[in-house]
C-alpha cells in the first residue's frame, strides 16, 4: 500500500526525530476519560514491521510517534484513533494520520481500514462502513489546511486509491504507532486528540 502527495520520486523517504518530549509522561484527554502517554518517537523505517503504508514525496516525510492510551477507570471503552491529528504551526496544516498500528497477540497490525469512498475493487485491508462516522472531520480548525494522504492499493491486477480511515474499537489499554507525514521545511509538530492538545513534537 503506497501513499502519493507531490511530486514522486523514486525513493522511499525516511528521516532522524529528536523530540523534547519526555517518556513516561501523561496527557488527560476527553474530559479525564482516557490518559495518553508518549513512549517514544523514532525513525520511520522503510521496512518496519508496523505499516504496510510507503510515502513517496518531494515534500513531505513520515513522523512515528509511539504512544499508549488507558482509560482512567481501567474499564473497557470505545477509542476513536480517528480524532488525532498532527498539527504544523508554521505552515498551518492539520494533518490526518496516514497510517496506525497497534499489536495484537505477537504481530503488529494496522487498525481496520475504512474507505470514504465507495471502493472500486475488493480488497481484505480495506472496506465500506457507512455505519462508522469519520470522526477526523468533527473539528474545525480555523485557518488550517487539511492534509490527507491517498491511499494506493492492488488486489487481482486492480487498483483503487482512497482517503482511508480507521474503525474504532473497544479498548482498556493499547500501544499505538502513527504515522503522520510532516512537510519538511517543519520542525515542530502538535498532536491533537479532536481539539485538545496532547503534546508539542520538535523535529531536529
Known amino acids: 500500500m503506497s501513499a502519493t502527495l507531490g511530486k514522486l520520486n523514486n525513493c522511499i523517504l525516511f528521516f532522524f526525530l529528536s523530540s523534547y518530549l519526555v517518556s513516561g509522561q501523561r496527557f488527560m484527554i476527553e474530559k479525564d476519560k482516557y490518559y495518553i502517554e508518549i513512549i517514544r518517537t523514532n525513525i ?5 514491521r508496523s505499516t504496510t503504508m510507503r510515502l513517496k514525496s518531494n515534500e513531505f516525510n513520515t513522523v512515528h510517534i509511539k504512544l499508549r492510551m488507558a482509560t482512567s477507570n481501567g474499564d473497557y471503552a ?20 496516514a ?19 465507495p471502493l472500486q475493487i475488493k480488497h481484505p485491508e480495506v472496506e465500506n462502513d457507512n455505519s462508522v462516522p469519520d470522526s477526523f472531520h468533527f473539528y474545525d480548525f480555523k485557518g488550517y489546511e487539511t492534509i490527507e494522504i491517498p491511499m494506493t492499493f492492488s488486489a487481482w491486477g486492480k487498483s483503487d486509491t482512497q482517503i482511508l480511515y480507521f474503525r474504532p474499537g473497544m479498548y482498556k489499554k493499547k500501544k499505538l504507532d502513527f504515522y503522520f507525514p510532516f ?8 498532536l491533537y486528540y479532536g481539539e485538545e492538545k496532547v503534546a508539542i513534537v520538535v523535529f531536529k
Do not use: C, W, Y
Not at 470505545?78 to 494520520?97: A, G, M, Q
Not at 496506525?100 to 475504512?114: D, G, N, T
Open 99 to 117: 497510517d496506525v498500528a497497534h499489536r495484537m497477540a505477537l504481530q503488529e497490525l494496522s487498525f481496520p481500514r475504512l474507505a470514504t469512498q
Open 183 to 190: 512537510p519538511k521545511t517543519s520542525t515542530i509538530g502538535v
Open 78 to 97: 470505545l477509542f476513536d484513533i480517528n480524532k488525532f491529528s498532527l498539527v504544523d504551526e508554521t505552515n498551518k496544516l492539520r494533518i490526518r494520520p
Open 44 to 48: 520511520a523505517d522503510v521496512f518496519n
